[in-house]
C-alpha cells in the first residue's frame, strides 16, 4: 500500500462529525431499474424501471441545490428521474463523454453546483446541469505513479449552501478508499482498505447539515458504512434479491 498517505485532522475535520443515518436510499440495478431502501429497517420497495429517455443509466445522484434525483445515461444525456415512477425527463446532453467500456462515476459538488463525472480510465470531468458543458480536468494520479482504477466517488457536506466539501472516492482495483484534492487536479491520497476490491460499486455521502457526514458503500446485494479516516467497513445489512451498481441517499423530508 505504498500510495496510502497520512492526510491531517484538519482536512477531514467536516467529515468525522456525529455519524448521519442514511434514510432512505434509491439503488440503481440491473440496466435501468430503480430501488428505494430504508436503511433503518431494510425493508427494500419500488422496482421501478426507468422511461422516458433511452438507454443506459450509468450513474445517479441528487443534486443538493434541487433535491432532485439526476442521472447520466450512456449517451451522454442528463436527465432529471423521478425516483418513485422512474420517469426520466432530459436536462441538457454532456459535451464530452467517458470513453467507452469506463466505468462511471456521477456525484454533485454542492459548493460550486457542478456534476462530477469520473471514469475508471481516470478521466475526471466537470458538467455544468443546465447546459451540458464540460470541463475536463486533471486525470486522477497518485503521487507514486500507482495506476488509478476509480468505480466511485461521493463529496462530503451535501446540501444547498456549504461552504466547504471534499471528494472521496474508491479504488476498486486496490481495495482503497481515497481522497481526491484537490478535485480538480485528480490528485488521489489512499486512505485505507475497505476490505473489497470490486469492480462496480454504490457509494454515497449522508450529509445532516451542520458538519456531520455518513459514509456508505454498496458492494452487490451488502450495505456498508465506512470510516472517512480509515477506510473500514462495517456491513449493516443485506438487500434482498438484487445486486446494486450505483445508489443516491434522497434528501429527508
Not at 83 to 105: D, H, N, Q
Not at 153 to 158: E, L
Request: hydrophobic content about 40%; cysteine-free; aromatic content about 4%.
Amino acid at each position: 500500500m505504498s500510495a496510502i498517505k497520512s492526510v491531517t485532522a484538519a482536512l477531514l475535520l467536516s467529515s468525522l462529525a456525529a455519524p448521519v443515518m442514511a434514510g432512505t436510499v434509491v439503488g440503481l440495478s440491473g440496466e435501468n431499474e430503480l430501488h428505494r431502501l430504508d436503511t433503518d429497517s431494510w425493508v427494500r420497495t419500488g422496482g421501478v424501471t426507468v422511461t422516458g429517455v433511452e438507454g443506459r443509466v450509468l450513474g445517479i445522484d441528487v443534486r443538493p441545490a434541487d433535491g432532485r434525483l439526476y442521472g447520466v445515461f450512456a449517451d451522454g444525456t442528463l436527465a432529471t428521474i423521478d425516483p418513485m415512477t422512474g420517469l426520466a425527463t432530459k436536462v441538457s446532453t454532456l459535451a464530452v463523454m467517458l470513453p467507452r467500456g469506463a466505468t462511471a462515476t456521477v456525484d454533485f459538488n454542492p459548493v460550486a453546483d457542478k456534476l462530477r463525472v469520473m471514469g475508471s480510465d481516470g478521466t475526471n470531468l466537470r458538467v455544468t446541469v443546465e447546459t451540458g458543458e464540460v470541463v475536463a480536468d486533471g486525470s486522477h494520479a497518485y503521487e507514486d505513479g500507482t495506476a488509478p482504477n476509480i468505480i466511485a466517488g461521493a463529496y462530503t457536506n451535501s446540501h444547498a449552501g456549504t461552504e466547504k466539501t471534499q471528494l472521496f472516492n474508491i479504488d476498486g482495483a486496490a481495495g482503497w478508499l481515497v481522497l481526491q484534492d484537490p478535485p480538480n487536479d485528480g490528485k488521489l491520497n489512499a486512505l485505507g482498505e475497505i476490505g473489497v476490491k470490486p469492480a462496480e460499486a454504490g457509494f454515497d455521502i449522508a450529509s445532516d447539515g451542520k458538519g456531520g457526514n455518513a459514509a456508505w458503500l454498496v458492494v452487490k446485494d451488502g450495505f456498508h458504512s465506512v470510516d472517512l479516516e480509515s477506510g473500514r467497513t462495517t456491513e449493516m445489512g443485506k438487500i434482498d434479491g438484487i445486486s446494486l451498481r450505483d445508489i443516491a441517499i434522497l434528501p429527508a423530508t
